[in-house]
């Protein structure tokens, strides 16, 4: 089952009818790795289904959120980010231009896989988020970036 599945197959099992903006919306999501905000997915989403409302990406996006199946990454702006990507992972965010990139490669992510718990046991964020400046050796730190 891939990506946009999973999310389609969470929504029916909860009930949720599968209409053309759900399933563009789960498509969207599927073939995202940037973390687009609700705004972003519904101007790609407009492209596929120009009938899409800002509040049914709105909707879908809490529904799939409530359901477990996206994480919101909520940095203190305007609008929350959200992924499909449900692995152990962190998220790094580039103070310069707020860019959020996955990073595998962290010792929390081996430790989740070590003890075989997934990231979102305790809660529904990626094991871990570190801010910095990209190529600034020593300027990615966890939780918080160096000055």
Request: hydrophobic residues 35%; aromatic residues 6%.
């Given at each position: 089952?891939?990506?946009?599945?999973?999310?389609?197959?969470?929504?029916?099992?909860?009930?949720?009818?599968?209409?053309?903006?759900?399933?563009?919306?789960?498509?969207?999501?599927?073939?995202?790795?940037?973390?687009?905000?609700?705004?972003?997915?519904?101007?790609?989403?407009?492209?596929?289904?120009?009938?899409?409302s800002v509040a049914t990406v709105y909707n879908t996006l809490g529904a799939?959120?409530?359901?477990?199946?996206?994480?919101?990454?909520?940095?203190?702006?305007?609008?929350?980010?959200?992924?499909?990507?449900?692995?152990?992972?962190?998220?790094?965010?580039?103070?310069?231009?707020?860019?959020?990139?996955?990073?595998?490669?962290?010792?929390?992510?081996r430790w989740h896989r070590r003890s075989?718990?997934?990231?979102?046991?305790?809660?529904?964020?990626?094991?871990?988020?570190?801010?910095?400046?990209?190529?600034?050796?020593?300027?990615?730190?966890?939780?918080?970036?160096?000055?």
């Amino acid at each position: 089952m891939n990506r946009s599945e999973k999310l389609q197959h969470a929504l029916r099992s909860a009930g949720y009818r599968m209409t053309p903006q759900r399933l563009a919306i789960c498509d969207v999501l599927a073939a995202s790795d940037d973390h687009p905000t609700p705004y972003v997915v519904y101007e790609r989403v407009r492209v596929q289904v120009p009938t899409v409302s800002v509040a049914t990406v709105y909707n879908t996006l809490g529904a799939l959120r409530d359901l477990g199946a996206i994480v919101e990454i909520g940095l203190g702006r305007s609008e929350a980010h959200y992924e499909p990507n449900l692995a152990p992972h962190a998220n790094l965010i580039c103070l310069q231009c707020g860019r959020i990139s996955d990073f595998e490669g962290c010792r929390c992510c081996r430790w989740h896989r070590r003890s075989r718990r997934p990231a979102a046991s305790t809660s529904r964020t990626p094991a871990s988020t570190c801010t910095g400046v990209p190529g600034v050796p020593g300027r990615w730190v966890k939780g918080k970036a160096r000055k």
